[in-house]
């Protein structure tokens, strides 16, 4: 439930009214939103001209918005019905309104100020971005884009143009920290950046109502972290592989814990068929958009990657991190599902997935899949998964993500 605030408020109704932020959804904890910075230092309850709050940005915003985008803090947010497509996205979340979803009553969080308050990290370095869940959603996605070095907070609210894309994760468990739910994830910042930028974190959820979550965090480079080490993974394109026209080309690079960090998909047209031009597309495609995550060529003596068309099989998997792995796919672009699998001896399975969902028991539930094979619900925690009714991303051997739910039996 949401209710608009006005400066006349007394501080006893809106602390009375903060309790309502149960029914909220999360925000960014590292490095801090620049919300909860305004929260945590106060002073937005009393006296209501919000000369009581220390910092002038946070001032800023009070004059503009009152208190409600503090009280509000969980709840930075849009829907858009076509959220995977970014136009439709910015046409609802416009130029100026990144930082607070385009929620008007809360537009003083965009204020242009140089006074936000920032967090210290390192050019280059690769952070973990914890996001405190105060109400999990999954499925989803995440996109986060950082400030372009010609952006300065103090002179205009931040638009598009402003930013690029230097991370985006598929959907990733929630995780517990001092008993709290968070999502955490691997973010690595450009090297050779200085002076203050702003971090933007997209969390978007894939319902149909298409609500997304928008937080800025302020930051200022201090100093320049450890040159990377690329570790190789393995050559990109094994021996024989081919591609038809109609075909999608898919790589991907999973982390440690299985969660996919990189994801990028090319069509495979006439003009691309041959192997040697669509692995080359592909490598522009990925050395563009995850160049700090991982690049797919040959080092050099000097430290660079670059993609040799002459030596197709040479070009290798490189990762700053050697916990990563990595696939290749080429996937027919009209694939038709087989025909569901009639039950053979009953009492091997439960359940033809996905019949009954909903209601299968982490570790006990056993279903079979359209491809003929049975699969176990995973241990609790893990287990909640195989009741997400979404086959795209958890029907048992198919989905994106069906290994998190289901173990092969």
Not at 8 to 32: C, E, N, W
Not at 175 to 199: C, E, F, H, K
Not at 214 to 219: A, F, V
């Amino acid at each position: 439930m949401k209710k608009r605030f006005s400066l006349s408020l007394s501080a006893a109704t809106v602390m009375a009214l903060i309790p309502l932020q149960v029914s909220a959804h999360g925000y960014t904890d590292f490095p801090k939103a620049r919300q909860m910075f305004c929260v945590e230092d106060g002073g937005y309850y009393w006296p209501t001209d919000g000369s009581g709050i220390p910092n002038q940005a946070c001032r800023a915003v009070f004059q503009e918005s009152g208190a409600y985008p503090f009280v509000q803090n969980h709840e930075f947010s849009a829907n858009v019905a076509g959220y995977t497509d970014l136009n439709a996205v910015k046409a609802v979340v416009a130029d100026g309104q990144l930082c607070y979803g385009s929620d008007p009553k809360k537009s003083g969080m965009g204020v242009a100020s140089g006074q936000w308050q920032r967090t210290a990290m390192q050019s280059g370095e690769t952070f973990q971005l914890k996001f405190r869940a105060t109400a999990p959603h999954n499925p989803s996605f995440w996109e986060i884009y950082l400030s372009k070095p010609s952006y300065n907070a103090a002179h205009s609210r931040l638009g598009w143009d402003d930013v690029e894309l230097i991370a985006k994760h598929g959907n990733i468990a929630k995780t517990q920290i001092d008993g709290q739910d968070y999502y955490v994830m691997n973010v690595t910042l450009p090297a050779g950046r200085s002076g203050d930028a702003t971090l933007l974190t997209r969390w978007q959820r894939d319902d149909a109502a298409g609500e997304g979550f928008y937080n800025c965090s302020d930051i200022r480079f201090d100093g320049e972290a450890p040159a990377v080490e690329w570790q190789p993974l393995g050559a990109l394109i094994p021996q024989g592989l081919e591609a038809q026209v109609g075909d999608q080309v898919l790589f991907r690079i999973f982390d440690g814990s299985g969660q996919e960090v990189v994801e990028v998909t090319l069509p495979v047209t006439a003009a691309n068929q041959s192997v040697h031009l669509w692995s080359y597309e592909l490598a522009l495609k990925v050395n563009e958009q995850y160049h700090a995550i991982t690049q797919l060529g040959m080092l050099q003596s000097t430290g660079e990657i670059w993609f040799d068309q002459s030596d197709l099989y040479g070009n290798q998997v490189y990762v700053t991190n050697r916990d990563y792995r990595y696939a290749l796919d080429i996937r027919d672009g009209e694939v038709i599902p087989p025909d569901p699998v009639e039950p053979s001896e009953p009492g091997e399975y439960d359940f033809v997935y996905p019949d009954n969902i909903g209601s299968y028991e982490p570790g006990k539930t056993v279903v079979l899949s359209r491809d003929g094979s049975t699969y176990q619900c995973r241990p609790f925690p893990e287990g909640g998964w195989c009741n997400i009714n979404s086959a795209s991303h958890y029907e048992p051997g198919y989905g994106s993500n069906w290994q998190d739910a289901w173990l092969k039996l």
